[in-house]
């Protein structure tokens, strides 16, 4: 075939695929979390190690690379015939359609909040904010994504993880919108 490669089915492509998605949803979930830690601290005039922010931005790459690695090991093996507009363009999936075009609009997501973090210093700080909130949205598309399409989903360790994820970055969510902003100075009541 002229222009397309083919590579016969591997079973190391299918457990890249399984292994990246797994990874990259783990550090998206601890990259959402801390990120909602931060807003959290500075709601409630709380002070954050710079470590923490140090691993929001890491995991925040590593997340982006990892689920590069998912879409490209998802194109090259041919168990399934994903094409590259598969992962781009919501339609006519060869996989569960529902649950896959969840997940090309979280990848919309994940590349509108990973994008407004390069160019931050380039564009207002409210539009920055605004896009950076798409980050909750994007875990919560991700999650029932890998929920609906994920091979090892019924396993315990999955659901363990499922679970721990979105429960922790639910509580902290919560926490950030109930937190009553704290006095700072003299203006603090003791």
């Known amino acids: 075939m002229m222009g397309h490669l083919v590579v016969a089915s591997s079973p190391t492509l299918w457990y890249v695929t399984r292994t990246a998605a797994v990874a990259g949803y783990l550090a998206l979930a601890v990259s959402v979390a801390l990120g909602l830690l931060r807003t959290l601290a500075r709601r409630t005039n709380e002070?954050?190690?710079?470590?923490?922010?140090?691993?929001?931005?890491?995991?925040?790459?590593?997340?982006?690379?990892?689920?590069?690695?998912?879409?490209i090991s998802l194109v090259f093996d041919d168990f399934q015939p994903f094409a590259w507009i598969n992962l781009l363009v919501?339609?006519?999936?060869?996989?569960?359609?529902?649950?896959?075009?969840?997940?090309?609009?979280?990848?919309?997501?994940?590349?509108?909040?990973?994008?407004?973090?390069?160019?931050k210093r380039a564009i207002p700080y409210n539009l920055w904010h605004l896009i950076h909130y798409l980050g909750i949205v994007t875990f919560?598309?991700?999650?029932?994504?890998?929920?609906?399409?994920?091979?090892?989903?019924?396993?315990?360790?999955?659901?363990?993880?499922?679970?721990?994820?979105?429960?922790?970055?639910?509580?902290?969510?919560?926490?950030?919108?109930?937190?009553?902003?704290?006095?700072?100075?003299?203006?603090?009541?003791?």
Do not use: K
Not at 54 to 66: D, K, P, R, T
């Open 90 to 119: 919501p339609l006519n999936e060869p996989y569960r359609p529902l649950a896959t075009n969840i997940g090309v609009f979280a990848f919309y997501g994940l590349v509108a909040v990973s994008l407004s973090s390069w160019i």
């Open 47 to 71: 002070r954050l190690s710079w470590t923490v922010d140090e691993a929001h931005q890491f995991l925040s790459i590593l997340a982006v690379i990892l689920i590069g690695v998912h879409l």
């Open 140 to 190: 919560a598309l991700v999650t029932v994504h890998g929920w609906m399409t994920g091979s090892d989903t019924n396993e315990p360790f999955m659901r363990a993880i499922y679970g721990a994820s979105a429960g922790a970055v639910a509580l902290i969510f919560a926490l950030r919108l109930f937190a009553s902003p704290r006095a700072t100075g003299a203006t603090a009541v003791r």
